[in-house]
């Protein structure tokens, strides 16, 4: 059994999948923590959890000119200065259940809580590739590639790319990160080393950090080319074509309201919402609004968060709206949807954006509740 060796798990997490591990946490846990706590975190493996001896780790980063460079972990830690930030990783498939409820999709049914939040400490990803050689050219059409330590049974490594302007971008916080935190990264998470790409889907954090390389094609990953693409509601699997779609990349805005549970009894007299609201791309969460009668009326909720500068709002917004529950109401349809910092809105229903892999599944979100007499 490849995944005998795997890590421990907290015991409240809704696995989605055994092996390979995919779990998320109960949204009333998630909700609780603006950063989330790392055995919460939700765990997204495509392959084994690798055993990595962090006196053995050594990255590859292969220059320019064939030259390659070798860190080990106290290379990294020793000649690189330390950074930290404040990012939430998303899954592209985050939320998918909602849209395999319109129809059937490929992937695993994620609820609302693929998405968590951490602080991240390790080096600049653009130190590293400076260091091996590289200097920034903003026009470039070049890919940074990453390849895991994580393989599955024929040697096939993950592996997924990022923009090169984006790595070496003194704006874009891209980091090698080793700690998470203030600890270092569990085994789930990436031990010793993984890549956090604040902003950007959670593919392409490639986790347990083996190489990286330069390159004027994008990771020849499956995951890059073949998989975490979105397509029109028409396109099936008889006639979709990967390669006319881009890699998704920088994620929409989304907003999940994590309690009261779906289901759930309310008192009367009052209700209290609460949730999370994110945009990828730096695009920080301006509003969000709360209807509790499926959306005719709207409140505006209060948000809790890091203050981070304009551009680089990595980390979400949790966010709580206590309103009166009308006399004589049975029923509430709590709705939440919010507003990014480029006024980009949620769609209103899941439909119109529904795709044959479930991915970017961020329209509005609903929990209905009774209302107790
Ligand atoms: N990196 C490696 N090496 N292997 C993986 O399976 N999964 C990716 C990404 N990095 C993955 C990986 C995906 S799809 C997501 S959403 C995030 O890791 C999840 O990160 P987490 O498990 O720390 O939450
Ligand atoms: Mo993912």
Request: proline share 9%; aromatic share 8%.
């Given at each position: 059994?490849?995944?005998?060796?795997?890590?421990?798990?907290?015991?409240?997490?809704?696995?989605?999948?055994?092996?390979?591990?995919?779990?998320?946490?109960?949204?009333?846990?998630?909700?609780?923590?603006?950063?989330?706590?790392?055995?919460l975190?939700?765990?997204?493996?495509?392959?084994?959890?690798?055993?990595?001896?962090?006196?053995?780790?050594?990255?590859?980063?292969?220059?320019?000119?064939?030259?390659?460079?070798?860190?080990?972990?106290?290379?990294?830690?020793?000649?690189?200065?330390?950074?930290?930030?404040?990012?939430?990783?998303?899954?592209?498939?985050?939320?998918?259940?909602?849209?395999?409820?319109?129809?059937?999709v490929?992937?695993?049914?994620?609820?609302?809580?693929?998405?968590?939040?951490?602080?991240?400490?390790?080096?600049?990803?653009?130190?590293?590739?400076?260091?091996?050689?590289?200097?920034?050219?903003?026009?470039?059409?070049?890919?940074?590639c990453?390849?895991?330590?994580?393989?599955?049974?024929?040697?096939?490594?993950?592996?997924?790319?990022?923009?090169?302007?984006?790595?070496?971008?003194?704006?874009?916080?891209?980091?090698?990160?080793?700690e998470?935190?203030?600890?270092?990264?569990?085994?789930?998470?990436?031990?010793?080393?993984?890549?956090?790409?604040?902003?950007?889907?959670g593919?392409r954090?490639?986790?347990?950090?083996?190489?990286?390389?330069?390159?004027?094609?994008?990771?020849?990953?499956?995951?890059?080319?073949?998989?975490?693409?979105?397509?029109?509601?028409?396109?099936?699997?008889?006639?979709?074509?990967?390669?006319?779609?881009?890699?998704?990349?920088?994620?929409?805005?989304?907003?999940?309201?994590?309690?009261?549970?779906?289901g759930?009894?309310?008192?009367?007299?009052?209700?209290?919402?609460?949730?999370?609201?994110?945009?990828?791309?730096?695009?920080?969460?301006?509003?969000?609004?709360?209807?509790?009668?499926?959306?005719?009326?709207?409140?505006?909720?209060?948000?809790?968060?890091?203050?981070?500068?304009?551009?680089?709002?990595?980390?979400?917004?949790?966010?709580?709206?206590?309103?009166?529950?009308?006399?004589?109401?049975?029923?509430?349809?709590?709705?939440?949807?919010?507003?990014?910092?480029?006024?980009n809105?949620q769609?209103?229903?899941?439909g119109?954006?529904?795709?044959?892999?479930?991915?970017?599944?961020?329209?509005?979100?609903?929990?209905?509740?009774?209302?107790?007499?």
């Amino acid at each position: 059994d490849p995944y005998a060796g795997d890590p421990p798990r907290h015991p409240a997490l809704h696995v989605n999948s055994l092996k390979p591990f995919n779990a998320e946490p109960p949204g009333e846990l998630l909700g609780e923590h603006f950063l989330t706590p790392p055995e919460l975190f939700f765990k997204r493996n495509h392959l084994p959890v690798p055993h990595v001896d962090p006196d053995a780790y050594c990255l590859k980063v292969e220059g320019p000119g064939g030259r390659t460079l070798s860190l080990s972990l106290q290379d990294l830690q020793r000649r690189f200065p330390k950074h930290e930030v404040t990012a939430t990783l998303q899954c592209a498939g985050n939320r998918r259940s909602e849209m395999s409820r319109v129809r059937p999709v490929r992937g695993l049914d994620w609820g609302i809580s693929a998405i968590s939040t951490a602080r991240w400490g390790g080096v600049w990803l653009r130190d590293v590739l400076a260091d091996a050689g590289f200097a920034e050219e903003p026009e470039s059409q070049r890919h940074v590639c990453f390849e895991g330590l994580d393989q599955d049974l024929t040697g096939t490594a993950y592996g997924a790319s990022i923009p090169f302007y984006q790595a070496m971008s003194a704006r874009a916080d891209v980091l090698l990160a080793y700690e998470m935190n203030g600890a270092a990264l569990p085994r789930d998470h990436g031990f010793p080393l993984r890549v956090v790409v604040p902003g950007t889907v959670g593919a392409r954090n490639v986790k347990w950090l083996g190489r990286i390389w330069v390159s004027a094609e994008e990771s020849p990953s499956h995951w890059q080319r073949n998989d975490y693409k979105g397509f029109s509601p028409g396109v099936d699997w008889d006639t979709v074509d990967y390669t006319t779609a881009p890699a998704i990349q920088e994620l929409p805005v989304t907003s999940a309201i994590t309690d009261p549970p779906p289901g759930a009894t309310v008192a009367s007299g009052e209700v209290t919402v609460k949730g999370y609201a994110w945009s990828g791309g730096g695009r920080g969460v301006v509003r969000v609004d709360v209807s509790l009668d499926g959306g005719h009326t709207w409140q505006v909720a209060e948000m809790q968060g890091e203050q981070q500068p304009p551009g680089q709002v990595w980390a979400w917004k949790l966010w709580q709206l206590t309103a009166p529950v009308p006399p004589g109401t049975t029923e509430l349809d709590i709705v939440c949807k919010a507003v990014d910092a480029s006024y980009n809105v949620q769609p209103d229903t899941v439909g119109p954006i529904w795709n044959l892999r479930g991915v970017l599944s961020h329209a509005w979100h609903h929990v209905r509740v009774t209302v107790a007499e």
